[in-house]
């Protein structure tokens, strides 16, 4: 399966800035999506990361708040803007599918952000 | 209604037994499921998935999928210590992205 490398894998930031995650795919990946885990909660996914197009938003995520690029098959960024402390929670990049066709995803080891 | 829905427990076993974990789901158009455990402080990692109905067995665990129940259930045997973990089951709805249950929090005690 793929590997990811995310970052930062953590940060602590003030309310009203915004902060940048990373994620690099070792090899050329199709689908990559983000999904934040808040604190005691699962999995929610924010959106999906497009190659070449506009990232297409979930129920409750637009794309003022989380801009996404896509600028290759390999990479992404996520951008949790002009934060506050509800924005407090783990980032989580991720890609799908594997060599039998099959929507497994892997994930990064995630970004934990705290807004004081 | 959730669309994947999982007891939050904590589901207690002691060592040894078999930890069973349940999830259901409420869009008949999912065919692909997956359990993932999820440490404390770590990300997801992918321990079974299942895509037709019956048991699918690895080493000490087996899951189930019943699409007419819409259920699917995750037996670990011979339990760990290590064991110890949240389970998500993560159903694929047909967005290319999972949906992913609140999770089971077991405890395997010694």
């Known amino acids: 399966s793929a590997v990811i490398s995310q970052k930062p894998s953590r940060d602590i930031c003030q309310r009203g800035t915004s902060l940048t995650i990373q994620c690099q795919v070792d090899?050329?990946?199709?689908?990559m999506f983000w999904y934040r885990q808040q604190p005691g909660q699962s999995l929610t996914l924010i959106a999906t990361a497009n190659q070449g197009s506009e990232a297409t938003y979930e129920s409750g995520f637009v794309i003022d708040k989380f801009p996404i690029s896509r600028p290759n098959l390999t990479f992404s960024t996520l951008t949790v803007s002009n934060m506050s402390p509800e924005d407090s929670s783990i980032y989580l990049c991720?890609?799908?599918?594997?060599?039998?066709?099959?929507?497994?995803?892997?994930f990064g080891a995630g970004s934990r952000l705290t807004v004081l | 209604q959730k669309e994947v829905e999982q007891n939050s427990g904590p589901l207690s076993v002691p060592e040894g037994a078999i930890a069973s974990l349940n999830c259901t789901y409420s869009?008949?158009?999912?065919?692909?499921f997956f359990w993932y455990r999820q440490y404390s402080g770590k990300s997801p990692e992918l321990i079974m998935s299942?895509?037709?109905?019956g048991d699918k067995e690895d080493g000490r665990f087996t899951a189930q999928l019943n699409k007419a129940s819409q259920y699917v259930s995750l037996l670990i045997r011979d339990s760990q210590p290590s064991d110890s973990a949240t389970y998500l089951c993560a159903a694929d709805t047909g967005r290319r992205a999972l949906t992913f249950g609140s999770g089971t929090r077991l405890q395997v005690q010694p």
């Open positions: 090899s050329q990946v199709t689908m």
């Open positions: 991720s890609v799908g599918g594997d060599s039998s066709g099959a929507n497994v995803l892997t």
């Open positions: 869009d008949r158009v999912s065919q692909s």
């Open positions: 299942i895509y037709s109905n």
